[in-house]
C-alpha cells in the first residue's frame, strides 16, 4: 500500500513544519535536539518512562497474584494497533469517506508508519491506562464498587490526567487537526474535538479497563489469558462507537451534537467523581508507582503548559485549569490516606 499524502493531510503537515510526501515508509530515528520544540524530547521521556515503569510494576503484581495490571498493559497495546492505522490511513480501510483524515503528529524522535505513529504514542496507552487504573485501585475504587463503577471511575480519572495533554498539544505542536475535517472534528471545545475528549479520553479507557478486570481477572477457565487480553483490546473500539450513537443522531446540527458530547462528559465528572469520593470501602497498599508516577505526569504537563507559547491553534484554558484541579484532588485524596507501601 502507498503512503497517503493527499490535499488534506499537505496542508496539516506543512503547518506542522515537514512535508508528508518526504517520509520513511516503516521507520525514521532523528536526533532528540533537533525536534521543533524543546518539549518533545522531554515529552518523550514523560511517557516511554512512564511505560516502562508500568511495565515492571505489571510484573510485579503479576508475579504477586494479580495479572490485571499486566493484561491491561498488553490490552492496551492490542487496542493501539486495532484503532490507529485507520486513523492515519482510512482510505487503507474503505474508510475516507466516512472519517475523511483527522490530524497529524509532528516528528519525534521515533516515529513509525510514514511519520504517522510516534514511539511515545505508542507508550502512552499502556502508560496511561496503568496510571488511571493503578490510582482507581489504590483509592479502593474497584474493592469498594466493583467492576463497572471502579471503570467508570477509571474514565473520569482518564478525563481529568488526559485533558491537561489533549488541550495543549496543538498549540505546541505536537500535533495538529485537520481543521477542514466537518465530520469527525467538530464540534470542538476550542481546537480539541469533542468526540475526541469523550470517546477516546474517557470511554476507551473506561470500557477497556472493564473488559480486562472481567476477562483477565475473573475465573482461570477457559481461553487462556493471552487471548482474553486480546479480545479486551480488540473489544474497546465498538464501545466507543456505541457511547457515539447519541451525538451522530444529530449529523449536520454541530450546535446540537456540542449539547450531547457535553452532557455525557458531565455525565462522566459526576458519575466518577461520585464513585471515587463516596466510596469507603478498605485500601489496598500503594505501589511504588502510583505513588510517583502520576504526580510526575501531572507536574511535568504543568511545566510545559508554563513554557507554552502562541504557536499552534490554542486547546480551553478553562477546562484544562479544571482537570489539573480535578486531577490534583485524585492526588490529593490518594496521598492524604496513604497506607504503608506494598514492594511493587
Request: aromatic content about 14%.
Amino acid at each position: 500500500m502507498s503512503v497517503a499524502c493527499g490535499p488534506d493531510a499537505d496542508a496539516v503537515t506543512r503547518g506542522l513544519g515537514f512535508d508528508c510526501h518526504d517520509v520513511a515508509p516503516v521507520v525514521s530515528v532523528r536526533f532528540p535536539w533537533t525536534l521543533a520544540h524543546w518539549t518533545m524530547p522531554l515529552l518523550e521521556l514523560l511517557v516511554v518512562g512512564g511505560a516502562v515503569f508500568a511495565l515492571v510494576h505489571a510484573v510485579r503484581r503479576y508475579r504477586a497474584g494479580d495479572p490485571v495490571n499486566l493484561a491491561l498493559w498488553w490490552a492496551s497495546l492490542v487496542y493501539l494497533f486495532v484503532t490507529e492505522p485507520p486513523l492515519y490511513f482510512p482510505e487503507w480501510f474503505g474508510l475516507d469517506r466516512l472519517y475523511g483524515f483527522i490530524f497529524a503528529h509532528n516528528r519525534f524522535t521515533v516515529q513509525f508508519m510514514a511519520d504517522r505513529l510516534p514511539l511515545y504514542i505508542v507508550a502512552f496507552y499502556p502508560a496511561f491506562s496503568q496510571l488511571a487504573y493503578e490510582l482507581v485501585r489504590s483509592l479502593g475504587g474497584f474493592r469498594g464498587r466493583g467492576p463497572l463503577a471502579g471503570s467508570v471511575a477509571v474514565a473520569f480519572v482518564c478525563q481529568v490526567f488526559y485533558e491537561v495533554f489533549d488541550q495543549l498539544g496543538p498549540r505546541l505542536k505536537w500535533w495538529a487537526w485537520n481543521p477542514g475535517n466537518r465530520i469527525v472534528n467538530h464540534p470542538a471545545l476550542a481546537s480539541v474535538p469533542m468526540t475526541s475528549m469523550l470517546l477516546f479520553a474517557s470511554v476507551s479507557f473506561g470500557a477497556l479497563t472493564y473488559l480486562v478486570v472481567r476477562l483477565a481477572g475473573g475465573s482461570r477457565r477457559g481461553p487462556s489469558p493471552a487471548l482474553r487480553t486480546v479480545v479486551a483490546g480488540v473489544l474497546t473500539p465498538p464501545t466507543m462507537a456505541i457511547a457515539g450513537i447519541p451525538s451522530s443522531l444529530f449529523d449536520g446540527n454541530s450546535t446540537a451534537q456540542a449539547w450531547v458530547l457535553g452532557v455525557e462528559l458531565a455525565l462522566v465528572w459526576l458519575a466518577g467523581g461520585w464513585i471515587l469520593g463516596t466510596n469507603r470501602a478498605e485500601r489496598p497498599p500503594q505501589s511504588a508507582f502510583v505513588r510517583v508516577y502520576p504526580a510526575v505526569y501531572l507536574g511535568g504537563l504543568a511545566v510545559f503548559w508554563l513554557a507554552a507559547d502562541d504557536g499552534g491553534p490554542a486547546g480551553s484554558v478553562p477546562y484544562a485549569l479544571a482537570c489539573f484541579a480535578a486531577a490534583g484532588l485524585v492526588l490529593v485524596a490518594l496521598y492524604r490516606k496513604a497506607r504503608v507501601p506494598a514492594p511493587g
